[in-house]
């Protein structure tokens, strides 16, 4: 009787554990299905978040390509503005190293056009008759349609080279003609005792495209640069042929083609 008591007693033992175990299983059965929930909760959020980063990435590549477009445009209307600026210096001139003389005024060009004429402008015209560029050599009031310093005239110092002087000629034929034959123009006579040793005349170019000339000058990679018509050309040493540079606003490795 006794051993059917023990048997009972362990038998009981044996169901209050496995109630036990049964308890901690549906405890962990809980805790698992609120981890599931939260692990929904997170992919959920993930999913959105994965979603709106889509969404900004799509709008930030949009604005990125808005952007392209606004410097395409504002290139463009920068290009065009320099080169409606640069038809209206189509005949337009600069003089260098040509000294101010006492009594130059800046109300009266007249006598500074003289001076510019007699010893440039028609020198040069000179022999472009000789060479057939023109039929013959026009007179001052045909030539030069308006001649003044770029600054004050005022006498610079010792020392400094004089300002330059912008002459605007009455037709690209005249401008041509002088720019094509100014190796002829003489060295300088009078002058000389100023410290002038040549004058230099070159287009007057905008100043933009001033800029992107002397930073070709200076740059190693270029061996020699001019401009015709307001077109910036340029040889590179070593290699035959020259090049003209398509848009001013183009970086500097863009125009001498380096990858």
């Not at 962990?28 to 709106?52: E, F, K, P, R």
């Not at 307001?230 to 070593?238: A, D, L, R, S």
Request: hydrophobic share 40%.
């Amino acid at each position: 009787m006794v051993a059917r008591d023990d048997y009972i007693v362990q038998q009981l033992k044996k169901l209050d554990a496995l109630d036990t175990l049964n308890t901690k299983i549906d405890n962990i059965a809980t805790s698992l299905n609120q981890l599931t929930t939260q692990v929904n909760s997170i992919q959920s959020s993930v999913d959105s978040n994965t979603a709106d980063i889509a969404k900004n990435s799509t709008a930030i590549a949009e604005l990125r390509a808005e952007l392209q477009q606004n410097k395409l445009d504002v290139k463009s209307l920068k290009t065009s503005h320099n080169q409606r600026e640069q038809r209206l210096r189509a005949t337009t001139i600069r003089l260098f190293n040509f000294p101010v003389i006492l009594g130059e005024s800046v109300d009266n060009y007249r006598p500074l056009a003289t001076r510019v004429y007699d010893k440039v402008l028609k020198p040069a015209l000179v022999a472009a008759r000789a060479a057939g560029d023109v039929g013959s050599v026009s007179q001052q009031q045909n030539c030069v349609e308006a001649c003044f310093r770029a600054f004050s005239p005022k006498e610079p110092p010792p020392g400094a080279a004089p300002p330059p002087i912008i002459i605007r000629l009455v037709s690209n034929a005249i401008k041509f003609a002088v720019m094509k034959n100014r190796k002829h123009i003489p060295a300088p006579v009078e002058d000389s005792q100023l410290g002038v040793k040549r004058y230099v005349l070159v287009e007057d170019l905008t100043p933009e495209a001033l800029s992107l000339f002397r930073s070709l000058q200076r740059d190693e990679r270029t061996e020699k640069v001019w401009t015709l018509n307001g077109v910036i050309h340029y040889t590179k040493p070593g290699i035959s042929g020259f090049s003209k540079v398509k848009n001013i606003f183009d970086p500097l490795d863009t125009i001498l083609g380096v990858p």
